[in-house]
């Protein structure tokens, strides 16, 4: 059976690629962007006939709005089962006294209350239909703190718990939760991360029926460095 797969960030480099690979096997896509117009411009690319797509401007951090946009989506697929998380950004470059709280918080916002709003309007969508996926992509600092990258690796290991516990709350439902981590999203293809294309391949992976006892990882794409002793 093809899917419904919601895409947040899906005007990005990675949330574009993921549309394309996602409506290449046959599902159907609920794309969420903050701009309308580089959502109509993805939907043109994509060319998918009206009944496959669904384009959604909305704010994230406006737990209402998800709501809404969550229910007009079960209605016109009749269903959700694929969620993935790919609103991306970073705030850094300063220590934890030298950044603003502003900057701060603009973190949280986007990787913590979005995940949380996320989850309160979609998940039991997934959880009704008996099998589901929810990804996002994260980054080492989250479990590695880096100095002058407090704010963003606060948000992401923030994030990545909320996707974890997830997991554990998920476990017998079908629906699993798992969170992909790169060093960066090499979008410029100069070998300094994992590619978009790379990305979406394990998101494939993930996302299928032969995944569903991956439940609660952190997927590295990444080498690690060796250990100097």
């Known amino acids: 059976m093809n899917k419904v797969v919601i895409i947040t960030g899906a005007t990005g480099a990675t949330g574009k690629t993921a549309a394309r690979a996602f409506a290449a096997r046959g599902d159907s896509l609920v794309l969420i962007s903050r701009s309308q117009e580089h959502l109509d411009v993805l939907a043109r690319d994509l060319a998918l006939p009206p009944e496959r797509i669904l384009t959604q401007a909305v704010d994230l951090t406006d737990a209402s709005a998800l709501r809404s946009a969550a229910e007009a989506a ?131 992976r993930l996302c299928s029926d032969e995944a569903e006892k991956t439940n609660g990882t952190r997927l590295p794409l990444y080498k690690k460095q060796k250990s100097r002793y």
């Not at 950004?89 to 986007?110: R, Y």
């Not at 948000?155 to 996707?163: R, V």
């Not at 960066?184 to 300094?192: F, H, L």
């Open 74 to 204: 079960s209605v016109k697929f009749g269903g959700i089962h694929i969620l993935l998380h790919l609103v991306g950004g970073w705030t850094g470059g300063k220590t934890l006294v030298d950044t603003a709280p502003d900057d701060f918080n603009a973190m949280l916002d986007q990787h913590v209350h979005t995940t949380f709003n996320l989850f309160q309007a979609f998940v039991p969508h997934l959880v009704e239909e008996g099998w589901g996926r929810v990804l996002t992509v994260s980054a080492p600092v989250a479990s590695k703190p880096a100095a002058k990258r407090g704010a963003y690796g606060t948000a992401k290991a923030a994030q990545e718990a909320l996707f974890l516990t997830l997991a554990e709350e998920l476990k017998g439902t079908g629906v699993t939760s798992n969170v992909i981590v790169v060093n960066a999203i090499d979008v410029m293809r100069v070998g300094a991360g994992a590619t978009p294309e790379e990305i979406t391949a394990a998101m494939l």
